[in-house]
């Protein structure tokens, strides 16, 4: 315990600063994959046929290893945040995508009828909806990547990133248990307290009606 005490006097502000760097990385791969996948699978509901093809590719490149994927981009980008930020994208679409398309695929067609027949367009339907009523699923997704990410995240420390997997690997190869415990459980704070809030974040634009039939559930 001293010794953990000695390492936050001694690397306070490093570590404060490493806790940001650790975030930007991770919540940046995981922004860029909100933004490809959700129009993604939208966009795939309407030719469910190439569905399959997509979710397989994405499913296969997510069973690499993470060291191979980063090793991959440095030939291409070099080291440092953006070959860890692409790869980190890379695996934060398919949960976003998946549920996307789930989401979306399982709105009632009662429900488009409804609108079409109110004289809605394919982009207001989408939009007034299918997306509020398949929130809670694609937030699942969302939550689900982020969190993942935040934790995939300490491996860019290896080409260079930075972010707490900093400390872990410097207190593997220094065989110091203060600097692991230093990267381990900010780590492990920082994936809570974004599920936390990417719970609330969840709740707040899930649209009443549903709320409250999930609360009577």
Do not use: C
């Not at 080409?159 to 220094?174: E, V």
């Not at 990267?183 to 704070?189: E, F, Q």
């Amino acid at each position: 315990m001293d010794a953990v005490i000695q390492f936050l006097t001694t690397y306070g502000s490093e570590l404060a600063y490493k806790t940001w760097e650790h975030l930007y990385i991770s919540l940046l791969a995981a922004l860029l994959g909100i933004i490809i996948a959700v129009p993604l699978g939208v966009a795939l509901t309407r030719v469910p046929k190439a569905a399959g093809a997509v979710m397989g590719i994405l499913g296969i490149v997510q069973t690499f290893p993470s060291f191979a994927i980063l090793a991959f981009f440095i030939p291409l980008l070099g080291v440092g945040k953006v070959p860890a930020i692409i790869a980190l994208f890379f695996y934060s679409v398919l949960p976003i995508l998946r549920n996307t398309y789930i989401g979306v695929k399982d709105v009632k067609r009662s429900l488009l009828e409804a609108g079409r027949g109110m004289g809605m367009s394919g982009w207001e339907r989408i939009r007034y909806v299918e997306l509020p009523l398949a929130v809670p699923v694609i937030m699942a997704g969302i939550r689900l990547s982020t969190v993942y990410l935040i934790g995939w995240a300490t491996l860019a420390a290896y080409i260079g990133a930075g972010g707490l997997g900093d400390y872990i690997f410097n207190g593997l190869n220094l065989f110091q248990a203060e600097f692991i415990i230093a990267g381990a459980v900010p780590v492990t704070i920082l994936a809570l307290l974004t599920d936390i809030l990417l719970g609330r974040l969840e709740r707040w634009v899930t649209p009443k009606g549903m709320r409250k039939m999930k609360e009577a559930a």
